[in-house]
């Protein structure tokens, strides 16, 4: 006999109970641990909110004082935009235990994020009372100060944090973007000494001044560079700027002229467009000219990775000439001791570079560009008091001065920035 309509209804309606009357009872005789596990998989492998909030619910109905379910349940109603749930989830959790570090942390960024930073940084000092040491309270405090301007305080929180753990790479590159934006200016006195052990008799001077302005796009430079080179004296006049583009993009700009095209180009300039990767990568592709008796255009790419404290950047400059391609490649690698201006660093390369003021001369005449040379070059630096900048490199060259020619140079620099 056919069924009536009304009759499979009813069975359908019945099969459905019973499912759902099963599906219950086994979740009401799973723990709140396993529904814990089950809210969380909701949540992040099936990103279905609401079967998560209503698992944890469960999981909280059977153990109240498992405040861990509870913290992570607030941040579900962070997530879903709930936020008078979360905040009252928040305060529950740090009501019965105001040291829990998880649950501050949550409540600070949902403050954070939601524009409120004084609301934050009450909950976020609360939680340093009893969490002192607390690397993400530590970098949310920085981050929340540097939104209310409070740069000071601001850099102080992210020291300490690189004093405690100096691979805490997070911390330093705020620290820079905080150094950035709360110095406005700078000024800085570099002097360089190039020595020869047999190409020339002389040795070369070379110094320079600067100036910086941070503005609402980026860093504008002016700077005056002296040389004394083949006992002439020369002058250079530069300016460097860095306009942002996004948060993912910015940009090199560079513009210089010379009265003695025999030491420094009588025209440079140069361009380069660096992109923020994710995990920690930097890339950019741009060109530099130089223009002595002739015009010489040299194209480089460059790579970097931050790696705990370390700072890894491959750069490498490409000089097309009507038969062939002159490379040159540079290695840097920097290990960080503290902040952003605190590290030791060491540079190895084949080849000339172009953003070198003391070799940069070598692309004057046709050909001079494919001189051969293997350079290594140590750099420290160090921040003091805040707001000084202290920097050393030494330098040896292997340097092809003429074909099948070569000689050794030496160079030491020291190099002074005052921000204010």
């Known amino acids: 006999m056919l ?20 599906n219950y009872g086994q979740n009401e005789n799973l723990t709140s641990d396993e529904l814990y596990t089950l809210g969380r998989n909701a949540a992040f492998e099936e990103d279905d909110y609401p079967k998560a909030i209503d698992l944890l619910k469960r999981a909280i109905a059977k153990s109240p004082d498992y405040l861990e379910i509870q913290v992570f349940l607030g941040r579900i109603y962070t997530f879903s935009d709930s936020l008078s749930l979360a905040r009252t ?27 409120n930073p004084n609301a934050s940084l009450k909950i976020v000092n609360a ?34 944090l690189l004093d405690q753990n100096p691979k805490l790479t997070q911390a330093r590159s705020l620290l820079r973007a905080l150094n950035t934006v709360s110095a406005r200016n700078s000024v800085g006195i570099s002097y360089e000494y190039v020595y020869f052990d047999k190409r020339f008799d002389d040795p070369w001077h070379l110094a320079g001044i600067d100036y910086t302005r941070q503005t609402g796009i980026g860093s504008v430079a002016a700077r ?16 460097d700027a860095y306009p942002r583009i996004s948060d993912l993009f910015y940009t090199y700009v560079n513009i210089g002229i010379s009265n003695n095209s025999g030491i420094f180009p009588k025209l440079r300039g140069g361009f380069s467009l660096f992109a ?18 002739e015009d010489t255009f040299i194209y480089t790419l460059g790579v970097g990775k931050y790696y705990k404290n370390y700072w890894f950047n491959l750069r490498t400059y490409l000089t097309p000439t009507d038969d062939e391609l002159s490379r040159s490649l ?22 000339i570079s172009p953003d070198s ?17 293997n350079n290594l070059f140590l750099t420290y630096r160090k921040l003091l008091g805040g707001t000084n900048v202290v920097l050393f490199e030494t330098g040896i060259e292997d340097q092809e001065y003429a074909t099948d020619t070569r000689g050794i140079q030496f160079s030491a620099g020291i190099s002074y920035i005052k921000r204010f």
């Open 276 to 293: 923020n990767l994710p995990a920690a990568f930097e890339a950019d592709a741009g060109f530099r000219y130089l223009s002595f008796d």
């Open 224 to 239: 005056i560079n002296y040389a004394n080179r083949f006992r002439n004296d020369a002058l250079q006049a530069e300016l």
């Open 89 to 115: 989830t928040f305060k529950h959790v740090l009501e019965k235990d105001p040291s829990r570090e998880d649950a501050s942390f949550a409540y600070g960024n949902l403050e954070y994020w939601n524009d």
């Open 3 to 22: 069924m009536t309509s009304k009759f499979r209804t009813r069975l359908v309606f019945l099969v459905f109970m019973l499912f759902t009357s099963l």
């Open 357 to 373: 003021n003391a070799n940069s001369v070598l692309f004057a005449g046709n050909g001079q560009n494919r001189l051969r040379s």
């Open 330 to 351: 540079a290695l840097t690698v920097r290990y960080y001791l503290g902040g952003a201006d605190d590290f030791i660093g060491v540079r190895a390369g084949v080849g």
């Open 127 to 160: 939680g340093l009372e009893y969490s002192p040491d607390s690397e993400d309270l530590g970098l949310l405090k920085a981050k929340v100060l540097k939104d209310l301007q409070n740069y000071k305080e601001s850099a102080q929180v992210l020291e300490r």
